[in-house]
């Protein structure tokens, strides 16, 4: 990348929202080998998302189990993140047993040049042995959340529009 090139993808907008991310979905959903030019842009977009939450709310999925958890214990470096999730609602219940007696905590982090924006505007990492992703928007959060407790089958067209 040529020299001032995180000025050039934009260093100076500061996202609030994944549709704010819209104009630089190419830059952030490229999955290869990140330099440290491309962490630190995504640090700078992709980690303001996370001081706009809905109610510290977060959609996650995980091997086909999808939920809403409350985010505690964030932290943010300019090298990534690490929060822990606490269990909220059951959106779609997979392999990962959620509620009840199940798993009510978990802890989940990444690191910027390891995460890409999908198709879907979930944040996801880019390693193979991880098949977690999140959605942080506070639109879609609140409107799925709404959906989950009155229209199941009109959250998940919100969560994947493409299929």
């Not at 991310?21 to 190419?26: E, I, R, V």
Request: aromatic share 14%.
């Amino acid at each position: 990348m040529p020299k001032n090139s995180i000025e050039k993808m934009g260093k100076f907008d500061t996202p609030t929202t994944v549709s704010d991310l819209k104009k630089y979905a190419g830059q952030l959903r490229r999955i290869e080998e990140p330099t440290d030019e491309q962490t630190a842009f995504r640090y700078q977009k992709f980690s303001p998302l996370f001081s706009n939450l809905y109610e510290n709310k977060i959609i996650y999925s995980e091997r086909q189990t999808y939920c809403i958890a409350k985010v505690k214990n964030l932290s943010i470096t300019p090298k990534g993140f690490e929060a822990t999730a606490n269990f909220y609602l059951t959106l779609r219940d997979g392999y990962i047993l959620l509620g009840n007696k199940r798993i009510k905590r978990w802890i989940f982090s990444g690191f910027w040049g390891q995460m890409y924006l999908t198709e879907n505007n979930s944040l996801k990492p880019i390693s193979y042995g991880s098949c977690w992703e999140i959605w942080l928007d506070p639109e879609l959060v609140k409107q799925v959340e709404h959906l989950t407790l009155n229209k199941i089958d009109e959250m998940m067209t919100l969560l994947y529009p493409t299929r």
